[in-house]
């Protein structure tokens, strides 16, 4: 299996500008987490989908941020229009969605809003 | 508001010696424990978990205790390697019988040769 897999690797944008993200789960795994990384607050929960239904998005921080999942197999993370304090590495993890099931992570997504 | 704490942001033991990092919680109703293990430029990988009936949980050189009185979690590491050397997470579900994991801010462990 080649894991979970995150695109682009790298971003840099100017401030302002629309930027995506995208994430490919694992196959087989019903659930699916967008997580941000900052040396501030660690590792945050952005929102969560099960079965591709948004469950929980109480950790988007703002409406400037939006996340779809259209089918089992992609999801997109958008901020619109994108802002300096948006800099942070953006991970998507996937699991089974059965109670403690361990996270699988992509390798993330350097995000830098000049 | 950090549920899970990890209060230092960096280690640093000899090849060899016991590594130890600790993370403390405030919810009493956590009953589940996760460690992540991230190297650079990589995603989190899961390390070892515990569950809130047990004390502590092996798996070959790294074992996590739990102190549920003090809620408190540490992870041993013993012996250290070279290879250990990355930023380690505590993690814990939200809700019970849920997969929503809260994080830690990370303890950066250097393994010094």
């Known amino acids: 299996d080649a894991g979970v897999i995150q695109s682009p690797r790298h971003e840099v944008t100017e401030m302002g500008q629309e930027v995506t993200l995208r994430c490919k789960p694992i196959?087989?795994?019903?659930?699916l987490f967008w997580y941000r990384q900052t040396m501030m607050r660690g590792l945050e929960l952005l929102i969560y989908?099960?079965?591709?239904?948004?469950?929980?998005d109480s950790g988007m921080p703002e409406d400037r941020f939006s996340a779809k999942m259209p089918n089992a197999s992609f999801s997109t993370l958008k901020i619109q229009p994108s802002e300096p304090r948006d800099s942070a590495v953006y991970f998507c993890?996937?699991?089974?969605?059965?109670?403690?099931?361990?996270?699988?992570f992509g390798s993330g997504t350097q995000l830098s809003v000049l | 508001d950090q549920q899970v704490k990890q209060n230092s942001p960096s280690l640093s033991v000899q090849e060899g010696r016991i590594s130890i990092l600790n993370c403390d919680y405030t919810n009493s109703m956590f009953d589940y424990f996760l460690w992540y293990k991230k190297y650079p430029a990589e995603g989190p990988t899961f390390l070892i978990s515990?569950?809130?009936?047990?004390d502590k949980n092996e798996d070959g050189r790294f074992t996590v205790f739990l102190n549920k009185s003090a809620k408190h979690l540490s992870l041993h590491i013993v012996p250290s390697q070279p290879g250990d050397s990355a930023v380690y997470f505590c993690?814990?579900?939200?809700?019970?019988?849920?997969?929503?994991?809260?994080f830690g801010t990370g303890t950066r462990l250097t393994i010094i040769p």
């Open positions: 989908f099960n079965n591709n239904v948004p469950i929980d």
């Open positions: 993690a814990a579900p939200l809700n019970f019988g849920n997969e929503k994991l809260t």
């Open positions: 515990i569950s809130s009936i047990k």
């Open positions: 196959s087989g795994h019903n659930s």
């Open positions: 993890a996937s699991s089974l969605g059965d109670g403690y099931e361990k996270l699988f």
